[in-house]
């Protein structure tokens, strides 16, 4: 996983909590890292469920909550990061079924070794995406914040509903439709 990932999400962690929450749930994670990122380096996505879980031991927050709010403040960063991902867009329905077969693509360009998730679209029906995620580190919800970032971003007025599928990781289905 991308050293930015990281960066970020200790990022809200100081923004959300405090800086000392941030220290304290490094130190109890006990990290091969010892949580020292830079937004260029690649490390461990197992690392990220460790300080995930640290958070909610220490907050008392669930750990799908504390994934879904990062997805959202994470998705708001790319956007500040990588304006031209989202030049000429004008709703979350625009922008999401290219996440895979562009954005992606364009991720792949800076950084050659980063494990990224897949996004599989289908538009059943006028006004609804299908998106299908898999992904090794299997963190559906942080893909889920992500996509609710997006829609939060386009303030677009959709639902999402998300199901499990099969597979080893389990894939992920978001059904994206009118509200």
């Known amino acids: 996983m991308k050293g930015l990932v990281f960066t970020e999400f200790i990022e809200l962690v100081d923004e959300s909590f405090t800086m000392e929450t941030s220290e304290r749930m490094i ?3 006990h990290l091969p890292s010892g949580g020292a990122y830079t937004s260029v380096g690649t490390y461990n ?3 990220m469920i460790t300080l995930v879980s640290g958070l909610s031991t220490l907050t ?4 799908p909550d504390l994934l879904k709010t990062f997805g959202r403040h994470l998705f708001k960063r790319f956007v500040s990061a990588f304006p031209i991902f989202f030049e000429g867009i004008g709703s979350a329905m625009e922008f999401l079924p290219r996440v895979d ?3 992606h693509l364009e991720v792949r360009k800076l950084y050659p070794d980063a494990e990224l998730p897949s996004f599989s679209c289908e538009r059943p029906e006028p006004g609804t995406l299908v998106m299908t995620y898999g992904s090794k580190t299997n963190l559906p919800d ?3 914040g992500l996509i609710l970032g997006c ?3 386009f303030g677009d007025p959709v639902s999402v509903k998300r ?3 099969g597979g080893n990781p389990p894939e992920t ?3 994206i439709f009118p509200k």
């Open 101 to 103: 077969d562009y954005v």
């Open 151 to 153: 829609i939060d971003h």
């Open 45 to 47: 996505a197992q690392e």
């Open 173 to 175: 289905v978001f059904t």
């Open 60 to 63: 008392g927050i669930p750990v």
């Open 27 to 29: 130190e109890m994670s």
């Open 163 to 165: 199901e499990t599928g």
């Open 142 to 144: 942080l893909a889920e």
